[in-house]
């Protein structure tokens, strides 16, 4: 019954439904997807960090690696670049911190100017189905100049409504999503650099440093990663 009468309003509101129903379908894909995305990266910023700070107080260094390693979300990897810069002049640390967050904020938005486009495009697109869906009416009363049929001019008229009811019923919704979605990273971004700053304030008035089994570990932990990274990619 619901598939009847979704294929029923398909056949009434013309070639231009077809779009707007790619673009929801787009539109849902990439709300899930990061929606997933962010609820992995979401960690308790405030435990974690004095967590990596008590272990590095210890000197526990390669467990703290090991920590972050097992820990998703940008905070975690920024933590690591900068632990692995312990010992080294603070501008090295700040670098270090600066170019994970330019790998991973484009990853946080990844994505959300599709939903842009597609919130500003879906009312156009109902809107140029009412236009071709008057036209239609209009070319109707022009070929017929004795009488006007109404029964005749209901499929444009149709036409013009359902395309843009469909519209403004993807982009309304895609919207609101993409202005969750942007919050949800500025947040995300802000913790960032929050925790950026009492890293490099730790790390500069705390003598971290990696001894020589330390960073054999840490050079093996890269090298499994660049394998594993390098098998994905292949």
Not at 196 to 207: C, K, V
Request: aromatic share 8%.
């Amino acid at each position: 019954m619901i598939y009847e009468s979704f294929w029923e309003v398909m056949q009434k509101s013309g070639a231009l439904m077809w779009p707007i129903i790619f673009c929801a379908g787009v539109s849902l894909f990439i709300v899930i997807e990061r929606l997933f995305h962010y609820h992995r990266c979401q960690i308790n910023t405030k435990d974690f960090i004095q967590g990596i700070f008590n272990n590095l107080k210890r000197s526990n260094v390669v467990e703290t690696i090991s920590i972050c390693d097992d820990t998703p979300g940008p905070i975690a990897h920024m933590t690591r670049a900068s632990i692995i810069r312990a010992g080294q002049d603070v501008r090295d640390i700040e670098q270090a911190i600066e170019e994970v967050s330019l790998s991973e904020i484009p990853r946080l938005e990844k994505n959300l100017n599709i939903l842009a486009t597609i919130a500003h495009i879906t009312p156009l697109l109902g809107l140029l189905g009412t236009v071709t869906g008057m036209i239609k009416a209009f070319h109707a009363i022009g070929t017929n100049t004795a009488y006007i049929n109404l029964q005749s001019l209901a499929p444009y008229v149709s036409e013009a409504l359902f395309t843009t009811a469909a519209g403004l019923a993807v982009a309304i919704p895609t919207y609101a999503f993409y202005n969750l979605l942007v919050t949800r990273v500025e947040t995300i971004v802000n913790e960032m650099e929050l925790a950026a700053t009492e890293i490099i304030f730790f790390l500069s008035h705390n003598e971290v440093k990696l001894d020589a089994s330390e960073n054999f570990e840490v050079e093996k932990t890269e090298e499994v990663e660049a394998s594993e990274e390098h098998a994905l990619q292949d």
